[in-house]
């Protein structure tokens, strides 16, 4: 039917008005088309009707839908708790056989034979194995190992044995002073005296002392902390410096009558209070528009700098005028003032700041950068001083560390320095930071944040679909190289890479036979090239760069094993961009313990590796074995560059025949400009020296090795005297970054 509205006797519109006439013309239209309307009203009528109707069995089958994704959520929670449940267990378990004393002592036994007792290769048997192992064992270096181990063992058996407190001291520790806590060391480091004397002493001797402006922004400051915050401050033995203070409109009256005392007080203190609360990127803004200073220094409202904070950064400023950023390293401090977990920072390193913002504190920036890139920016409350740092690192290469412990990140229940889980809020703006570093730098790459928030993890996207030039170096081991090329064929997801075998010497027939069925089955991806001349892994390698295609190298030993599919586009993401020389991961023994997470010049007299021992999973020194970092040198058991890198430092040096040539290598291309990268989320094991077997063995590779060992260090010994990476606070006789009590 058709509604009212169509009806002969409706009436019209209100809004209207009809003549008589006008009506009833109106009438006699509507009738003469009763039927068409009715026709098409009904039509109008079922369609909607029907679309009524999927409209509401498409909301059914979306409750249907909705209800089934939260079953399947709660099925997942259920899942993640007992995955979560089951984890506890497992990491019970590995704690109770990390420190359970069988195990201990078969890992240690593992490490022995591995020192002592290279893989069994043909013609090589027991009797043959153990008259090696003699030998080495009265040599030189085989001795000086020996005599570690047992000094180990009967130290140990004595600590047993003895029912008396017994504290050993070495006689290379007495000049530590009776120091053995890192509260111990800088408190002695700290001493008012001496650092009055040296400020006294050399005053004179300052060119340059620019005015120094300290932006503190303040909110509801606990009182304690801000009155020794301040104090802090006004203790520096360096006069020349202005406190900036901005208030972002507090509750607590008590703070601003503590404020008001100190401004009266000393009028290099001056206070400015917000009518607003704007958060803390607004506040400092409003703390640095107050700075008449050269330079800026940054300090939180409850955190300590000692009393040479200033003066070591106008020590640093005189000495390189340039300078537009400094920072130095730092500690936290407890409530009953006890200095723990120190922070000794390496020099600048662009890929350590993209991993955390291990700047920190101190920092101080010229009041010109800060101007030129805008100062602080709303929005990113919480890590504002991470997203100024990172835009200020792109505007100078002028950043200088100094290796003192100057600023003191306290400890109390609502200090981020408790723990990561305070301002969680900091870690969602610390990753919008790094999103728009990447944009303005021009890279792609996605951020992610590492397990337990300690730091953040860029996923590059490649640029282009480059050649790599995968070049293995052997002798004999079939099985070892076998397992090699099969892992990198069956599990390497990137395809666009050649595999280039360079046969130095091999004899066995097991070893030809292999390359025959590799060479008709992969005729287009293996080269198999005769390099048959004495063992020289640098002319190996710059022979393996002559017949390389790729426009990138990956020198790889013959004894790894990939593990993950990714591995190989994730070394090219780094590898492209230009900044970057070497590219190294991280290697692992069989047991899933380290035995490469990058390279200290100067570790154990020459260089070593990193973590060695560590489990992978282990943080390491402030997340340093989880996360991405620059390095002097990485390993080159698995190391990627340019070609064109490779070639513009002179390849590698043949007069490094066996050891130290890819550190050599690598500090050749530090030299050049680059940045060396450990990548800990490449991941290879690695059955070291299992081909060529310890290189002290002999007489003649021991006297090569201190040949060798010579020869680096009349081209390197200012890089062993200090690794820009390696903090000169740290011990250079362990791997772990453990602090030197003597320094």
């Given at each position: ?33 009763r ?5 098409s ?21 979306l ?30 378990r590995?704690h ?11 890992m ?25 192992f003699?030998r ?13 181990i047992?000094?180990?063992?009967f ?8 029912k ?34 040296d ?30 915050a ?46 607003e ?104 409350e ?47 703006a ?17 951020v992610?944040y ?37 892992s990198?064929?069956e ?21 030809y ?13 293996i ?19 002559s ?15 990939i ?6 586009e ?31 010049v ?13 489990y ?35 390849g ?39 081909t ?22 009349s ?10 990476f ?18």
């Amino acid at each position: 039917m058709i509604p009212s509205v169509f009806s002969a006797t409706s009436p019209p519109s209100p809004t209207q008005e009809f003549s008589k006439k006008e009506e009833q013309d109106y009438r006699k239209v509507l009738i003469k088309h009763r039927q068409l309307l009715e026709h098409s009203l009904n039509e109008v009528i079922d369609l909607a009707s029907r679309e009524t109707y999927h409209s509401q069995q498409e909301k059914k089958v979306l409750f249907e839908k909705i209800a089934s994704l939260q079953l399947i959520s709660t099925h997942a929670k259920d899942e993640l708790k007992s995955l979560q449940q089951l984890t506890s267990q497992l990491h019970q378990r590995i704690h109770y056989l990390e420190n359970n004393w069988y195990q201990k002592v078969r890992m240690k036994l593992g490490r022995i034979k591995k020192i002592f007792f290279k893989k069994k290769s043909p013609g090589t048997g027991s009797l043959k194995r153990l008259l090696l192992f003699i030998r080495f064992s009265f040599s030189k270096a085989g001795f000086g190992i020996v005599r570690k181990i047992l000094a180990a063992v009967f130290k140990k058996l004595f600590l047993l044995i003895e029912k008396r407190p017994v504290k050993i001291i070495y006689t290379d520790m007495i000049g530590s002073r009776d120091i053995f806590t890192y509260n111990d060391w800088v408190l002695k480091k700290l001493d008012s005296d001496d650092i009055l004397h040296d400020y006294e002493d050399h005053e004179s001797e300052m060119t340059h002392k620019p005015l120094i402006s300290i932006i503190m922004p303040v909110y509801n400051a606990p009182i304690r902390f801000l009155k020794e915050a301040i104090e802090s401050v006004s203790n520096q033995v360096y006069p020349n410096w202005e406190l900036c203070i901005a208030d972002d409109h507090s509750t607590e009256k008590r703070v601003h009558k503590l404020l008001h005392v100190f401004s009266v007080k000393d009028k290099r203190i001056q206070i400015h209070y917000r009518t607003e609360n704007g958060h803390i990127s607004a506040t400092s803004n409003d703390a640095l528009a107050m700075a008449k200073g050269e330079f800026v220094l940054l300090m939180d409202h409850d955190d300590l700098l000692s009393a040479n904070c200033l003066w070591e950064m106008v020590k640093a400023i005189n000495a390189i005028p340039k300078a537009d950023i400094l920072y130095s390293d730092e500690d936290k401090i407890d409530e009953r003032k006890y200095h723990q977990n120190a922070h000794f920072k390496p020099d600048w390193a662009p890929d350590h700041l993209l991993s955390r913002n291990y700047l920190g504190h101190v920092t101080v920036l010229k009041r010109s950068l800060i101007n030129m890139i805008g100062g602080f920016r709303l929005g990113l409350e919480g890590s504002q001083d991470y997203d100024l740092m990172l835009r200020a690192t792109e505007q100078t290469s002028n950043i200088i560390h100094i290796p003192k412990v100057l600023y003191h990140w306290r400890i109390h229940q609502h200090s981020a320095a408790q723990g990561e889980d305070v301002k969680p809020y900091a870690y969602v703006a610390a990753k919008k930071a790094l999103e728009e570093a990447l944009t303005r730098r021009g890279l792609q790459g996605d951020v992610k944040y590492l397990s337990g928030l300690r730091g953040y993890r860029i996923d590059y996207q490649i640029s282009s679909q480059d050649l790599i030039s995968i070049i293995i170096p052997t002798k004999d081991q079939t099985a070892l190289l076998k397992n090699t090329i099969d892992s990198i064929i069956e599990l390497t997801r990137y395809k666009n890479y050649e595999i280039i075998v360079l046969n130095n010497n091999s004899t066995s027939k097991e070893f030809y036979n292999w390359v025959a069925e590799y060479k008709q089955k992969y005729p287009a991806l293996i080269q198999i090239v005769d390099a048959h001349f004495p063992f020289n892994f640098s002319k190996l390698m710059n022979l393996g760069n002559s017949l390389a295609k790729g426009k990138h190298l990956l020198l790889l030993n013959n004894d790894v094993e990939i593990i993950h599919g990714d591995w190989l586009e994730t070394m090219l993401s780094y590898s492209q961009q230009q900044r970057i020389g070497a590219v190294g991961v991280r290697l692992l023994y069989p047991d899933d313990t380290i035995q490469h997470a990058g390279v200290v010049v100067g570790l154990g007299g020459i260089a070593g590796h990193t973590f060695v021992g560590s489990y992978k999973d282990e943080a390491g020194y402030f997340n340093y074995i989880q996360s991405v970092n620059n390095y002097s040198a990485v390993t080159a058991a698995c190391l990627m560059c340019r070609k064109e890198v490779f070639e513009s430092v002179g390849g590698m040096d043949e007069t490094f025949e066996v050891e130290y040539n890819d550190v050599d290598f690598c500090l050749k291309i530090m030299e050049a400009g680059y940045n060396n990268v450990y990548l800990p989320q490449v991941e290879l094991y690695h059955y070291e020296s299992a081909t060529r077997g310890h290189p002290h063995q002999s007489k003649s590779s021991y006297e090569r090795h201190l040949r060798e060992m010579k020869l680096f260090k009349s081209k390197w010994q200012h890089i062993i005297d200090h690794d820009p990476f390696y903090n000169p606070n740290l011990n250079l006789g362990a791997h772990d970054f453990s602090i030197n009590f003597s320094s």
